[in-house]
């Protein structure tokens, strides 16, 4: 008698527990999850997310926020905004309508809640910002026209220096000095 009691209790124990490890409410990512948008053309893939209840059944009339970073890599939903409010349909499910991407690339997390009947869940949906020109890239792309002018005039000068060289000069005048190039530095002269 005693044996059965003390398993009854232990059922009842893992009994309740099990129902308060089941979340009241969650939600799920339908859509969205690793997307990649593309900052050049500004599409991206809306965020969909679906609320169930602890019985795993979908929550109509849900309200849903959906919130982009402000800063760096992130997006706006329609109207401009970072956030986004909307309710669930029948199946539970809420969009994050009209997301678009800002300029910045990189990783970034919007932020999902929702809330029905006093109980909330949270989750967050990853994202990344792809296709468009880093500040750093469009600098070196300057330098490295930069660069390019300064090694053709150097090739230029170390041409006419050469032939300068092996010609000598008209009436008997000394050679030119050779040109020397230095590498990295983007400098052009002549030997000291």
């Keep these: ?3 059965l009691r003390i398993l009854w209790v232990l059922a009842a124990a893992a009994l309740l527990s099990a129902q308060q490890q089941t979340p009241e409410l969650q939600i799920l990512v339908i859509g969205g999850e690793g997307s ?23 929550v109509a009339g849900a309200l849903v926020l959906f ?6 890599a992130s997006g706006t939903f329609l109207g401009g905004s970072s956030s986004l409010r909307a309710t669930t349909d029948a199946q539970g499910r809420a969009v994050g309508q009209g997301f678009h991407p800002n300029n910045a690339n990189g990783n970034f997390q919007l932020q999902v809640t929702a809330t029905f009947q006093g109980l ?4 967050v949906i990853h994202m990344s910002n792809t296709g468009g020109a880093a500040p750093h890239v469009a600098k070196a792309a300057g330098h490295g026209k930069l660069i390019a002018i300064v090694v053709a005039a ?13 010609h000598g000069g008209s009436g008997g005048t000394p050679a030119a000095t050779p040109t020397t190039i230095t590498a990295g530095a983007g400098t052009v002269g002549g030997r000291p």
């Design 154 to 166: 150097g090739a230029a000068a170390a041409a006419g220096g050469a032939y300068a060289a092996t």
């Design 67 to 72: 919130e982009a970073p402000r800063d760096g």
């Design 36 to 58: 990649i948008n593309n900052v050049k053309q500004r599409t991206a893939r809306e965020p969909i997310v679906e609320v169930r209840d602890r019985n795993n059944r979908p």
């Design 1 to 3: 008698m005693r044996r």
């Design 120 to 123: 909330t869940a949270a989750t």
